[in-house]
């Protein structure tokens, strides 16, 4: 309840502050957890996409954020967020991730892997489809869309929502060698992953019917 609270207090506010509509929340249904990937432009992106869904999120975080500040790291963790080692082969992310999954909890993930300094959707990071391909979740892609470098007040914020990428559609990747598994990753999973990140980005804007 003091999370349905807090996130209330927060979409109140960011309406307030900006100009902020979300596009085809009908995608997705309640009570279904999801993996959700989206385009990273600032540090708004993971509160944008946990608005746009239902339910509460767990998200990867850079190991360094929990070693700074305590009270920060402690709400990082109380909002869902645990942390990776950036280029460590830790497969227990893959373990963590499914966890909040079978709990019934959405998974957030940036494919980019850092935030883009221009506003175009850069290149997908093969842990991202490896994470993907081993926890059995519907994918929906998430386009965050403003005009400019950087938000500012009254900025349009535009959060699309598009349609979710079935888990079975994606080829299995159990008892695949390594050299197997990443041209699978490379060719078949990061693919669709990212075309519907950038499709959503891309597109021009069009009449439709959004949500506050």
Do not use: C
Request: net charge positive.
């Amino acid at each position: 309840m003091l999370y349905k609270f807090v996130m209330l207090l927060v979409r109140i506010a960011l309406h307030i502050w900006y100009n902020l509509k979300f596009e085809n929340r009908k995608n997705i249904q309640k009570g279904k957890p999801y993996i959700f990937v989206s385009n990273h432009r600032t540090y708004l992106d993971p509160v944008l996409v946990a608005l746009s869904g239902y339910g509460r999120f767990g998200f990867m975080a850079k190991k360094e954020l929990f070693e700074g500040n305590k009270a920060f790291a402690a709400l990082i963790r109380w909002l869902g967020a645990f942390p990776v080692e950036r280029g460590s082969g830790d497969m227990s992310v893959i373990e963590t991730s499914a966890d909040y999954i079978r709990n019934g909890k959405n998974l957030l993930i940036f494919p980019e892997g850092t935030r883009s300094k221009d506003g175009r959707v850069g290149k997908g990071k093969s842990g991202v489809a490896l994470v993907a391909s081993k926890v059995h979740a519907d994918i929906v892609p998430i386009g965050i869309n403003f005009e400019g470098e950087k938000l500012h007040f009254r900025s349009k914020i535009i959060v699309k929502i598009g349609e979710p990428i079935p888990a079975d559609s994606f080829p299995p990747t159990e008892n695949l060698s390594d050299r197997e598994l990443l041209k699978t990753l490379k060719n078949e999973i990061m693919p669709p992953i990212m075309n519907g990140i950038k499709a959503l980005v891309d597109e021009p804007e069009l009449p439709a019917k959004t949500e506050k």
